[in-house]
């Protein structure tokens, strides 16, 4: 899936004095996200642990989101898994401020019940640590361009092939000598 479901804390009557703080951690019971054109799933939801602090004109969140993802490797379309462990930073102000176009990268607001809505933070958090090329080893040798044998699992031959059709082709400047009799 794309996004989250809102994940609404209601502050109640915490957090009403600047430099209050509150720790949270909670649990979201997703099963996969999607991240650009990929697809990942999920082997026990997404975990989250928070600190929330009054910081005088709103409500700062930090803290980590942690998951475990498997998707497909990239070279070799084998399954590949990777961990995510996601700082999460974002600002939730009291107030819509007043020069608000010049928040360029957009802010979020404190809800009307006292409430905040963490879903955007563990979203941004979870993709940006969902790296931009999943493998599933560091050194994986991917796929043979010419057959699609996994080269993982050993050299196919075709390498050895093209090398020896280069020696043989035209394009070989020194293809003429084989040909080339001394006496
Ligand atoms: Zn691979
Ligand atoms: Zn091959």
Redesign the pocket.
């Known amino acids: 899936m794309e996004g989250l479901d809102p994940v609404v804390v209601e502050l109640g009557d915490q957090l009403e004095n600047p430099g209050e703080s509150l720790s949270l951690t909670g649990k979201l019971d997703l099963s996969g996200y999607s991240s650009g054109e990929k697809e990942f799933t999920l082997a026990d939801g997404v975990s989250y642990d928070v600190v929330l602090t009054n910081a005088g004109d709103g409500i700062l969140v930090t803290g980590i989101v942690r998951a475990h993802a498997d998707g497909q490797?990239?070279?070799?379309?084998?399954p590949?898994g990777f961990d995510i462990s996601g700082e999460i930073e974002e600002y939730y102000l009291f107030e819509e401020p007043e020069d608000a176009e010049s928040y360029e990268d957009g802010f979020e607001l404190v809800g009307p019940e006292r409430t905040v809505d963490l879903s955007g933070a563990i979203w941004d958090a979870m993709v940006m640590d969902t790296p931009f090329v999943v493998?599933?080893?560091p050194d994986?040798?991917?796929l043979c361009p010419t057959c699609g044998a996994n080269l993982?699992d050993g050299p196919c031959g075709c390498a050895d092939q093209a090398e020896q059709a280069w020696v043989d082709s035209d394009e070989n400047p020194f293809a003429a000598l084989k040909n080339l009799k001394l006496d």
Do not use: F, I, P
């Open positions: 490797c990239d070279r070799c379309l084998e590949a493998l599933c080893r994986c040798a991917g993982n």
